[in-house]
């Protein structure tokens, strides 16, 4: 399974800022991943990242509030955009595993927006 | 698209005692579904999964078993101990989509075991 590490682990911001969060992989990936996850809730998917192309954003998330970069095959970013309290949540990075079916997950990085 | 129920929201057992976690799903097209483990203040494990031509697949304490007639798979742990207190989420996909998954997500299962 692929080690997936992400900065910062937490922060504390204020509403109107930006936060870019990082994500790195030890190997090679084509497809990342980022997602959601608000307090006690499921995961969401925010967007699929691939490597030489513009991310895919899902329904209800947009590219000016959730930029993405993807400039190498380990490691992407994810910007939470002029922020507010609701964007207090989760945010994680996962990777497809080799086989293309397994999904493996960060340990997230914990967003409080004050 | 997919949608995931998952029961129960909570569950609380004694150590030793088996634990069920049940999901059902509505795309008879889903093939693939990984259980994730979740504990505090980390991110989520993949712990166990099957495909849709298993009926079902045990890895030690944990079994994961699947009717695809029914639409639903359950997580089975046995002899628990309080280590295996967590947050457990369910998920269905239908594979490849655009040469990999993007899984639907059960809103998770907090098991709580009491030593």
């Known amino acids: 399974s692929a080690v997936i590490s992400q900065k910062p682990s937490r922060d504390i911001c204020q509403r109107g800022t930006s936060l870019t969060i990082q994500c790195q992989v030890d190997s090679q990936v084509t497809m990342m991943f980022w997602y959601r996850q608000q307090p006690g809730q499921s995961l969401t998917l925010i967007a699929t990242a691939n490597q030489g192309s513009e991310a895919t954003y899902e329904s209800g998330f947009v590219i000016d509030k959730f930029p993405i970069s993807r400039p190498n095959l380990t490691f992407s970013t994810l910007t939470v955009s002029n922020m507010s309290p609701e964007d207090s949540s989760i945010y994680l990075c996962?990777?497809?595993?080799?086989?293309?079916?397994?999904?493996?997950f960060g340990p997230g990085t914990r967003l409080t927006v004050t | 698209g997919e949608n995931v129920e998952q029961h129960p929201s909570t569950l609380s057992v004694q150590e030793g005692d088996s634990a069920v976690i049940k999901c059902t799903y509505s795309d008879s097209a889903s093939n693939y579904f990984p259980w994730y483990k979740q504990e505090l203040g980390k991110g989520p494990q993949l712990i166990i999964d099957i495909r849709s031509n298993v009926g079902e697949k045990k890895d030690q304490r944990i079994a994961v078993t699947l009717n695809k007639t029914a639409k639903h798979f359950s997580l089975h742990i046995t002899e628990t101990q309080p280590e295996d207190s967590a947050v457990y989420f369910c998920?269905?996909?239908?594979?490849?989509?655009?040469?990999?998954?993007?899984?639907?997500f059960g809103r998770g299962t907090s098991l709580i075991v009491h030593p």
């Open positions: 998920a269905a996909t239908i594979h490849p989509r655009g040469g990999s998954y993007i899984p639907t």
């Open positions: 996962s990777v497809a595993g080799g086989g293309d079916y397994e999904q493996y």
